[in-house]
């Protein structure tokens, strides 16, 4: 199983739609957990961290987790065409260096 | 307060010869992580390193790479005798010691050809 998992895509949404992306994880120890956005040639970037169960909310960005079911999740309300990137889902391992999902592709259609 | 800082942005290397790709972290920040990221595929961990300390090498392959942080100076991949299957980008990025769990912030990126 790999440290952690999410659907490559791509996801497509039409403008103005909610974005759903997902992230499991194998680590049932794991304290924190990380999104990042990476567009097509460039490096990625942070957007979110989530540490406790529920949801959290920034401007667009909602980032859920539920650490009984190894699940984290983030929601982009309003998509745009801007937000279209490859979206990265990071965990910790051993409390030390991060590690990577592969990543899922959204594409968000005007 | 500048960013990750990575070179070269772009390096062409003919088979046989040596890569040395350069990063230098984000001021205040001694932890420092390099990926690798194949085109179309996500980020692969390679190497966890704090200054003068190689903590977590298991994403290296066995040989021909080599990583370093040296107290002084940026850190350093390194990968002797290169082949064509290591072209990709190599990403470094960084995170302050006085937080775990921190999230940590990427350099652009220095994109490896083999030719």
């Known amino acids: 199983q790999k440290e952690v998992e999410q659907n490559s895509g791509p996801l497509s949404v039409p403008e103005g739609a909610i974005a759903s992306l997902n992230c499991t994880y194998s680590?049932?120890?794991?304290?924190?957990f990380f999104w990042y956005r990476q567009y097509s040639g460039k490096s990625p970037e942070w957007i979110m961290s989530i540490y406790s169960n529920g949801d959290k909310e920034d401007g667009r960005f909602t980032a859920q987790l539920n650490k009984a079911s190894q699940y984290v999740s983030l929601l982009i309300r309003d998509s745009q065409p801007s937000d279209s990137a490859t979206y990265l889902c990071?965990?910790?391992?051993?409390?030390?260096?991060?590690?990577f999902g592969a990543g899922t592709r959204l594409t968000v259609k005007p | 307060n500048a960013g990750v800082m990575q070179n070269p942005r772009h390096l062409v290397r003919r088979r046989g010869q040596e890569a040395r790709l350069r990063c230098s972290p984000m001021k205040g920040h001694s932890h420092v992580y390099w990926y690798r990221q194949l085109p179309e595929e996500g980020l692969k961990f390679m190497v966890y390193?704090?200054?003068?300390?190689?903590?977590?090498e298991s994403g290296m392959p066995k040989e021909r790479f080599s990583a370093e942080f040296p107290k002084e100076g940026p850190s350093i991949l390194r990968i002797q005798q290169v082949v064509r299957g290591d072209s990709a980008a190599y990403f470094c990025?960084?995170?302050?010691?006085?937080?775990?769990?921190?999230?940590?912030?990427f350099g652009q990126g220095t994109r490896l050809t083999v030719v």
């Open positions: 680590d049932r120890g794991s304290q924190s």
């Open positions: 990025a960084s995170s302050p010691p006085w937080r775990m769990n921190t999230e940590a912030f």
């Open positions: 990071a965990v910790p391992r051993n409390n030390n260096d991060m590690r």
């Open positions: 390193l704090q200054k003068e300390n190689i903590i977590d």
